[in-house]
């Protein structure tokens, strides 16, 4: 099992970035994928959460980000994006995602997440 975040880079205040996670080794749809980021000096977040395809298909916003940022998945790709408007100085973070590994699960609590992908670095700088 294997994840991969991509995507992140420097962007202005107000612009947009949107993260892919792709898998390889295993099929995404099957699985709840979050996001999460961490920023220097602060405890990981997690940011959104969207469930397996084969559950509600549910997908969760953290508040602070509710309204700027969504979740959606590909499944002929084989990824989850996480597409982010309006960014704030506040948001900018190492981004990753992970996944609970559980066929068909919707999103678990983050202690359940077992399998993570390496970090995008979001930096958003004027």
């Known amino acids: 099992v294997q994840l991969q975040a991509s995507g992140g880079g420097l962007v202005q205040p107000g612009g947009s970035l949107r993260l892919s996670c792709a898998a390889s080794?295993?099929?995404?749809?099957?699985?709840?994928v979050g996001w999460f980021r961490q920023a220097p000096g602060k405890e990981r977040e997690g940011v959104s959460c969207?469930?397996?395809?084969?559950?509600?298909?549910?997908?969760y916003i953290v508040d602070s980000v509710k309204g700027r940022f969504t979740v959606s998945r590909d499944n002929a790709k084989n990824t989850v994006y996480l597409q982010m408007n309006s960014l704030k100085p506040e948001d900018a973070a190492i981004y990753y995602c992970?996944?609970?590994?559980?066929?068909?699960?919707?999103?678990?609590?983050?202690?359940?997440?077992?399998?993570w992908g390496q970090g995008t670095h979001v930096t958003v700088s004027s």
């Open positions: 992970a996944t609970d590994g559980t066929p068909g699960s919707g999103c678990p609590p983050t202690r359940e997440y077992h399998y």
């Open positions: 080794g295993f099929t995404l749809r099957y699985y709840a």
């Open positions: 969207i469930s397996s395809s084969d559950s509600d298909g549910s997908t």
